[in-house]
């Protein structure tokens, strides 16, 4: 599909980059493509951003048919901009949009929307260490209809938003988050959407966030839906843990997941020759090596924080110390590893997985 690009005539003032929040600005341009029953996806653009209008019984705003991903592009040394993995993105969309009933996006067309937009704003791509551009594509329906059905028409959005380092308020270094064991609430069940990305699966959840400030924890650690008896992901992160000399995170149980960060990890630790176990992991057992000293280290992964290591489990009210709150070494070697792979500053250890613009 050939993309057509209409530039804006009044570009805005780019934002200071040391003050940039997260979601506080959006880039001049923004990619849209419609899809129609019998036609496909057609007609994608760049446009200048702007509103998108929608009938006040738009599908999508009633039954949340919607599906969304998140990656990140990043200056390099170079003064050009890399991509990490866009084509995982493009897959576990299209997973996402086979459990939302939502037309698939063949990986390269949505690797191709993800390029163009980014060039023709490329001059919004932050340098200041630690930030990037955040780059969120999604779906929606603009169809009119009360039917709780799949919608025969979409539209595929990608918009850009520059953003500040995770570790904006911390010198920028890496530290340990206190994370509340949730066991009211639950995320996701086996056979629900909890390996789509999907907006359900988030507006369900904001509920356990005020448990855990309520404790003083920053995150929440959610156990399975069925016996609350098993670690599945902190808050929007993939959990791991380094019990003695193993590392190991939840398998893919249906309702994790599939987080990109996740699997470089997996891939990387394996590549330096740790023992990784994808598995059911109970909480018990995380507890226990934490009270007898077997839990060396615990860390989150996802795009926004890359790695984030787990100072403290708080459970019932009991607090439980991973590694005296400090960064473990394999939590720092991995954030460097793959922070220094996608800022472009490291060679990539892996093939295929920088891709530059
Ligand atoms: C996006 C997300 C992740 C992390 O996925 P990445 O591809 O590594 O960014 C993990 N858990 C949830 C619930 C998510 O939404």
Known sequence: MEFTITRTSTPKAKPDETKLGFGKYYTDHMFIMEYDEGQGWHDGRVVPYGDISLDPAAVTLH??????????????????INLFRPDMNAKRMINSNKRLCIPEIEEELFVSAVKTLVEVDKDWVPSVQGTSLYIRPFIISPEVSMAVH????????????????????????????????????????????????CGGNYSCAMI??????????????????KEHKYVEEVGTSNAFFLIDD????????????????RDS??????????KVEERLVELTEVLEAAENGRLKEAWATGTACVISPIGV?????????????????????????????????????????????
């Open 265 to 274: 990890t997996i891939q990387l630790l394996k590549k330096w020759g740790y």
């Open 246 to 261: 193993t590392v190991v995170t939840s398998s893919l149980t249906g309702s994790i997941l599939p987080g990109v960060t």
């Open 208 to 225: 356990a966030s005020a448990n855990a400030k309520k404790y003083g924890c920053e995150e929440v650690l959610w156990l399975d839906a």
């Open 63 to 80: 039954y949340g048919q919607m599906t969304f991903e998140g990656l990140k592009a990043y200056k390099n040394p170079q003064g050009r």
């Open 313 to 357: 489990l708080n459970f019932r009210g009991k607090e439980h110390p991973i590694n005296n709150e400090k960064v473990g070494e394999l939590s720092q070697k991995l954030y460097d590893t793959l922070y220094g792979m996608q800022t472009g500053t490291r060679e990539p250890e892996m093939e295929g997985w920088i891709v530059t613009i």
């Open 150 to 197: 799949p919608a025969s028409s979409y539209i595929f959005v990608i918009i850009l938003t520059p953003v500040a380092a995770y570790y904006e308020g911390n010198d920028k270094e890496l530290h340990g988050s206190r994370i509340w064991v949730e066991e009211e609430f639950i995320r996701a069940a086996v056979g629900g959407t909890g390996f789509a990305k």
